[in-house]
């Protein structure tokens, strides 16, 4: 139903436990039947129910309803992907979404859809990649002396070639290339909602201006409407400027909202400052512990932090990384929740500015959702930075406290935002209408809306529920709960500081 990716192994119990004589007493006999039923279920499950797990990501199975389903078997397996803060491929959320039944009641039935998803798999941004390469060069001065867990240096290349970097382009090869997992989404949403794309018009779908979203929304509309959509006729790709000067009526608001651009305190930098205030803290014993292998160097907070970073990047573009096993699980954590922090003040719950941002998109949907003669398909795709301000002004990640505060000096570790979880690369956020009953000149349908977040169905917190459809709300409590999201967040051109003549909200989301 959804993409899968590239296997990891899953080890199993390596020896048997040989009884002492060939004149087996009764016991032994039993306790050797039994490892031998262990390991004949154990390796039927990793075939038929680890083998459905790839790179974290789940497909589905026959055996997940009864085995308590993906979400619950992923939580017991400890993945790496889980742990690189939005750097690695895309994984289905795990956290908080133990397997639920998706399917729908009889004359029930999605009629509407509309998803807002980050760019696909890419090299690193062009800041980070150039601190990727300072730091090799760096490591690789005759000076230095490469040991133990960074010996592999010796022979090591960087992903991509250093005098004519891919830097902020999708990937295109190995396991994990974003190309295809762009193919691959949208090949997967077509079985899904076959059903809402049109016969005989045109399909609009939206990117803004980024060449990687851009390229994104080609390869997953090739998997979506056919290789030859852009010539057939069956969809067209329009293109939203990323430009400073749209007001509200853009899917980068973050963008366009002057006051969080210029603010240097509480606005786009205020995440970068908690993120450098956190990795003071946790690269301190790792620069320590590799201080020893790496003799001749000074590591600063920033190395170790890019050394992390160049382990999910070199999956994206080869599909495994020696840097991954530099670092230990608990060590993982660390620079999870330095991803997190960065996200969660950047632009999500604990940036004062996110919550009106995210309200311009929600607005616009449900406003579509209005319209009951529309059963379309809405495909937007953009940056994690648009993606997390949605989830800040829906509050379904929200601390349990009034203020939206994450330490800096030491980990949370029940805290609710896990950016792994939520913008992975390829995250995306998919609400589904969903009609009941049936339309007649006596009666009217019910209308009722469910988030599926990477695929994990997600609670409406505060809102009534349903009964008949599970973690789903009625359209009109849905719409009441966007409508008083700007109550509390703000209007966007005052909030952002713009002219009362700006627009003041988004125009081009229809079909």
């Known amino acids: 139903m959804f993409p899968s990716q590239q296997a990891r192994p899953f080890l199993l119990p390596s020896t048997v436990p040989k009884p002492k004589s ?13 490892w031998i039923i262990f390991l004949a279920v154990s390796a039927f499950l990793t075939v038929n129910l680890f083998g459905q797990i790839r790179g974290g990501v789940c497909r589905t199975s026959s055996l997940l309803p009864r085995l308590g389903g993906c979400p619950a078997i992923l939580a017991a397996v400890w993945d790496l992907f889980y742990h690189l803060g939005g750097n690695g491929p895309w994984i289905p959320r795990k956290d908080g979404v133990p397997y639920s039944n998706a399917s729908l009641p009889k004359q029930c039935s ?33 000076e230095v002396t490469l040991t133990g867990s960074l010996s592999f240096l010796k022979r090591w290349t960087y992903f991509t070639d250093p005098y004519g970097p891919a830097f902020e382009n999708l990937t295109a090869t190995g396991p994990f290339a974003g190309t295809s997992q762009a193919f691959n989404t949208g090949k997967s949403l077509r079985l899904r909602y076959d059903h809402l794309v049109p016969k005989n018009r045109s399909t609009k779908f939206w990117s803004c201006s980024s060449a990687r979203d851009i390229l994104t929304a080609e390869y997953f509309a ?11 006729g069956s ?35 205020y995440g970068y400052r908690k993120l450098e205030e956190w990795q003071t803290v946790f690269t301190e014993p790792i620069a320590r512990r590799l201080a020893q292998h790496a003799q001749g160097l000074d590591l600063s907070h920033l190395d ?16 495994s990384s020696s840097w991954c096993n530099v670092f230990t699980h608990e060590e993982w954590s660390h620079f999870a929740y330095a991803r997190d922090l960065l996200h969660f003040y950047r632009a999500g719950p604990g940036n004062s500015y996110a919550g009106a941002m995210g309200w311009l998109w929600l607005d616009a949907t449900q406003n579509l959702m209005s319209n009951e003669s529309s059963k379309d398909v809405y495909f937007s795709f953009v940056h994690d930075g648009d993606i997390v301000p949605v989830m800040a002004t829906l509050q379904i990640l929200n601390e349990h406290r009034v203020i939206q505060e994450l330490p800096t000096n030491q980990m949370k570790r029940d805290r609710r935002w896990k950016t792994s979880d939520i913008v992975p690369m390829g995250g995306r956020l998919i609400f589904e209408r969903i009609a009941c009953g049936e339309a007649s000149l006596t009666s009217r349908q019910d209308y009722f809306v469910r988030l599926f977040i990477n695929d994990g169905l997600t609670r409406f917190p505060g809102l009534p529920h349903v009964d008949k459809i599970t973690h789903a709300v009625r359209l009109a409590d849905f719409q009441r709960f966007i409508a ?3 109550d509390l967040f703000g ?12 627009p003041d909200k988004i125009t081009f989301l229809h079909q």
């Not at 690193?124 to 300072?134: D, K, M, S, Y």
């Open 22 to 34: 060939k004149a087996a007493h009764p016991g032994h006999v039993r306790r050797t039947l039994s």
């Open 304 to 319: 170790i932090y890019s050394m992390m970073e160049m382990c999910g990047f070199e999956v994206l573009a080869r599909g």
């Open 222 to 232: 090739d998997g979506f409407f056919g290789s030859d959509w852009s010539t057939n």
């Open 484 to 486: 008083s999201r700007k």
């Open 491 to 502: 209007d966007f051109r005052q909030v952002c500081n713009l002219s009362e003549d700006a």
């Open 110 to 142: 999605v009629d509407q859809v509309h998803m807002l998803s980050r760019h696909a798999e890419r090299y690193p941004t062009r800041n980070a990649g150039a601190r990727h390469l300072q730091l090799l060069h760096r490591l690789h001065s005759s």
């Open 235 to 269: 969809a067209e790709l329009e293109v939203i400027p990323e430009d400073r000067d749209r007001g509200a009526d853009t899917l980068t608001p973050g963008d366009t909202c002057h006051r969080y651009v210029e603010d240097g305190t509480y606005g786009h930098d």
